[in-house]
């Protein structure tokens, strides 16, 4: 039997119409209703493609020459977007970007969770978006024997060497300038991930948006760092409001970031940052909202949806170092959060006790097991709040929410896909998903939050 043959070939040239855009931006052209995707081709838009990739079900091509462009494109401010893997939409204006999230929401729910008829908000924006990233965690190299840093180029693990970055607080591109200063200055050598050599791994820097305080963290790929002392001595005097200096130790063969040991090599093992009236303490390896603004933003979304009256017993599956926890324990009766990580529960009881909350309790382990146990300890609460990472729920965790029968479950997603497959499992299960609010946490790249007010039926 022979192959059913594509409509296009590797190195045709042709016109075409843009249409729609993938989940990760590319534009989307359809030739007798076979797909071909074009990174930076924007719906509207007409243009010459050049086809580089062909597989039975679509193609890849590249943008020779735009005939015709979108009323919604715009001249990216970013020198590297071209090469740069780290935002995908710089060329798309800001109003094209929120609509695009919205519309990509919609057509995950229908076409993913067979929910069509689910209403979906307009996605709530930014009045700046950019440099609004407090977090950086940059990739260090070598190449032609000097040091680079950058984010990787896309679908690769080539480091586009970044002098600055658009969406970073300027901050953070401070810090990563300087320590490739230090490390040429210093004879730190650039990690070879291919050869497991060199020292300097990643650069990763932590900003607070309202104390001001930074913290530096340096990934190496043992305790070795040459000329430590000197080292940290240069960063507090080039960066006066530097607190803490932390080195982390990465000895493994892995694309993971942070390895399992860290030692403070000067000032403070955290930094301080508020959301509302919430402070929290952020140590180098915990998670925490990489864009303060709409954080508060999306937190504020999850509670108008968990709708707290002060006598609920709440769960926050998934609580991290407890910032929705306490966002919630302002309101709630009794606030129960479950974490994996045990540095993150640490960080939690912290935080709970630097603000001064008394009805949060934190346990360490897997949600879809705890949650149980506090089922057969006599724990009925009312609402249940899910920020899963973006493999989303496991289903045994939806098992133990259906089990528990909340009135109110309001999941918080930073994939749009995992959010749609979880509510269809829900909405098979005696839930009803009655709206959701996509909120741009991520403005320039394709990633998209959203929160889901689901009820009990």
């Known amino acids: 039997m022979s192959k059913q043959a594509t409509p296009v070939k590797k190195n045709d040239t042709m016109q075409l119409s843009f249409e729609d855009l993938t989940h990760d931006g590319a534009g989307v052209a359809k030739l007798d209703g076979y797909p071909i995707f074009v990174p930076r081709a924007l719906p509207g838009e007409e243009g010459q493609v ?6 039975k079900n679509f193609a890849i091509g590249r943008l020779v020459e735009l005939t015709d462009e979108s009323e919604n494109r715009e001249e990216p401010p970013c020198p590297i977007f071209k090469r740069c893997g780290g935002c995908q939409l710089q060329h798309l204006s800001y109003e094209g970007q929120l609509e695009y999230k919205q519309k990509h929401v919609k ?6 969770g067979g929910l069509p008829d689910v209403p979906v908000h307009a996605t709530l924006g930014m009045a700046d978006p950019w440099r609004y990233r407090n977090k950086a965690q940059v990739p260090v190299g070598e190449r032609g024997g000097h040091i680079v840093a950058g984010f990787y180029a896309e679908r690769s693990h080539e480091i586009v060497d970044m002098p600055n970055c658009v969406i970073q607080h300027e901050e953070n591109d401070k810090v990563v300038q300087l320590v490739k200063k230090l490390a040429v200055k210093y004879g730190i050598r650039g990690y070879d991930e291919e050869k497991h050599r060199g020292t300097l791994r990643h650069i ?25 002392k000197n080292l ?17 130790i990465n000895p493994k063969r892995t694309n993971v970031i942070f390895g399992e040991k860290t030692e403070v090599l000067w000032g403070e093992e955290v930094i301080y940052d508020t959301i509302g009236d919430i402070r929290f303490a952020i140590s ?8 303060p603004t709409q954080t508060k933003v999306l937190y504020d979304q999850a509670l108008a ?21 306490l966002f919630l324990a302002q309101k709630a009766k009794k606030v129960l959060g479950v974490e994996i990580v045990p540095e993150a529960i640490t960080d939690a009881k912290k935080n709970a006790e630097i603000n001064g909350f008394t009805n949060t309790e934190f346990v360490v382990g897997e949600a879809e097991k705890v949650m149980p146990w506090w089922y057969a300890q006599g724990v009925r609460p009312e609402v ?7 493999k989303g729920c496991d289903e045994a965790l939806l098992e133990a929410i259906i089990n ?8 918080v997603s930073c994939n749009p896909a995992t959010l749609a497959r979880d509510l269809k499992y829900l909405s098979e299960h005696g839930y009803e998903a009655k709206e959701v609010q996509p909120v741009d946490m991520f403005p320039q790249t394709t990633h998209c939050e959203a929160v889901a007010k689901i009820e009990l039926v």
């Open 50 to 55: 050049k086809i580089v990739k062909v597989k």
């Open 284 to 291: 180098a390896r915990s998670f925490y909202q990489v864009n």
């Open 204 to 228: 990763v820097t932590r900003h607070g948006k309202n104390s001001g305080e930074l913290m530096v963290v340096l990934v190496t790929r043992g305790k070795e760092l040459p000329n430590k």
């Open 404 to 411: 528990m029968k909340p009135k109110r479950v309001v999941y």
């Open 384 to 390: 249940i709040v899910v920020d899963p990472p973006r």
């Open 232 to 248: 940290v001595q240069d960063i507090r005097e080039e960066l006066p409001n530097v607190t803490s200096i932390v080195q982390n």
């Open 305 to 325: 949806y968990a709708n707290l009256s002060g006598n609920e017993t709440v769960i926050d599956a998934y609580c991290g170092i407890g910032t929705i926890s």
């Open 107 to 112: 057509d995950v729910l229908a076409r993913i």
